[in-house]
C-alpha cells in the first residue's frame, strides 16, 4: 500500500493536522536557503506534538555528518534524507555513525541513469524531476524500477491518484502540491490523502 509524506511543515498547526490525517511520514527541512527551512529547535517542538505513528524525516543538502547523525541520534528525526551531493563515501560515514534510515534523493530523466540508481547503498531514494521543483517528469520512466521508492515532483490531489495506479510507488512525497500561498493548506492536505488512500482501496 502505498505510503503518504507530507514534507516541508514549518508550524504546529501543520503537524495537528498531519496528526489528524496520519500520513506515514513528515518531513523538516533543515537546508540552508529553502523557504521551508526549519531549526533544529523548531523540528524538535514539532516532533514532540508529532503523533508517535508518524516517522519524522529531516531533509538535507550536502549538510555535515556529524550534524545529521546528531539529529537522527537525538530523535528529533528518524530518517534523513539527503537531498544534495552526497555521494557513497558520505553515506558510509554517516552510516557509521547512525544505524537509523537513509533516503537518497535523486533526478531522473531518462532510463538511462536508473541503473545507477539501482545502486545507491540507502535505504530508499527519493525520485524527483529536480531538486524541489514542484514538476512532474515522465513516470513511464519508472515502469521497471525495481527496489523500493518515495515518488515526488509535481504531485498534488488532482494527479496523485493516476501515479500511484500507474507506477504503485513504496510512498508519494508532496510539499508545494498541499500548499496555498506557500504555506501548508489543510484542505489540500485532506485532499491529497483522501485520493491516495482512494486510490489504494
Same mark, same amino acid.
Given at each position: 500500500?502505498?505510503?503518504?509524506?507530507?514534507?516541508?511543515?514549518?508550524?504546529?498547526?501543520?503537524?495537528?493536522v498531519a496528526n489528524e490525517l496520519l500520513p506515514e511520514f513528515v518531513g523538516?527541512?533543515?537546508?540552508?536557503?529553502?523557504?521551508?527551512?526549519?531549526?533544529?529547535?523548531?523540528?524538535?517542538? +514539532?516532533?514532540?506534538?508529532?503523533?508517535?505513528?508518524?516517522?519524522?524525516?529531516?531533509?538535507? @543538502?550536502?549538510?555535515?555528518?556529524?550534524?545529521?547523525?546528531?539529529?537522527?541520534?537525538?530523535?528529533?528525526?528518524?530518517?534523513?534524507?539527503?537531498?544534495?551531493?552526497?555521494?557513497?563515501?558520505?553515506?558510509?560515514?554517516?552510516?557509521?555513525?547512525?544505524?537509523?534510515?537513509?533516503?537518497?534523493? @535523486?533526478?531522473?530523466?531518462?532510463?538511462?541513469?536508473?541503473?545507477?540508481?539501482?545502486?545507491?547503498?540507502?535505504?530508499?531514494?527519493?525520485?524527483?524531476?529536480?531538486?524541489?521543483?514542484?514538476?512532474?517528469?515522465?513516470?513511464?520512466?519508472?515502469?521497471?524500477?525495481s527496489r523500493p521508492y518515495f515518488l515526488a515532483g509535481g504531485l498534488n490531489?488532482?494527479?496523485?491518484?493516476?501515479?500511484?495506479?500507474?507506477?504503485?510507488? +513504496?510512498?508519494?512525497?508532496?510539499?508545494?502540491?498541499?500548499?496555498?500561498?506557500?504555506?501548508?493548506?489543510?484542505?489540500?492536505?485532506?485532499? +491529497?490523502?483522501?485520493? @491516495?488512500?482512494?486510490?489504494?482501496?
Amino acid at each position: 500500500m502505498t505510503k503518504i509524506k507530507f514534507c516541508g511543515l514549518m508550524s504546529l498547526d501543520d503537524v495537528y493536522v498531519a496528526n489528524e490525517l496520519l500520513p506515514e511520514f513528515v518531513g523538516f527541512v533543515f537546508a540552508a536557503g529553502s523557504k521551508r527551512r526549519v531549526t533544529p529547535a523548531q523540528a524538535e517542538n +514539532f516532533r514532540d506534538a508529532l503523533s508517535k505513528k508518524i516517522l519524522a524525516v529531516g531533509v538535507f @543538502v550536502d549538510e555535515k555528518i556529524s550534524v545529521v547523525a546528531e539529529l537522527l541520534n537525538a530523535g528529533t528525526i528518524d530518517i534523513a534524507q539527503l537531498h544534495g551531493g552526497e555521494d557513497a563515501d558520505y553515506i558510509s560515514r554517516l552510516r557509521a555513525l547512525t544505524t537509523k534510515p537513509l533516503i537518497k534523493a @535523486v533526478e531522473v530523466h531518462s532510463p538511462e541513469n536508473l541503473r545507477a540508481i539501482e545502486q545507491i547503498d540507502s535505504d530508499y531514494v527519493l525520485i524527483d524531476s529536480g531538486k524541489g521543483s514542484g514538476n512532474v517528469f515522465d513516470w513511464r520512466i519508472l515502469k521497471n524500477f525495481s527496489r523500493p521508492y518515495f515518488l515526488a515532483g509535481g504531485l498534488n490531489p488532482e494527479n496523485v491518484s493516476a501515479a500511484i495506479k500507474i507506477l504503485n510507488p +513504496f510512498a508519494v512525497d508532496v510539499s508545494s502540491g498541499i500548499e496555498s500561498n506557500g504555506r501548508k493548506d489543510a484542505a489540500k492536505m485532506r485532499e +491529497f490523502v483522501s485520493a @491516495v488512500r482512494g486510490a489504494i482501496l
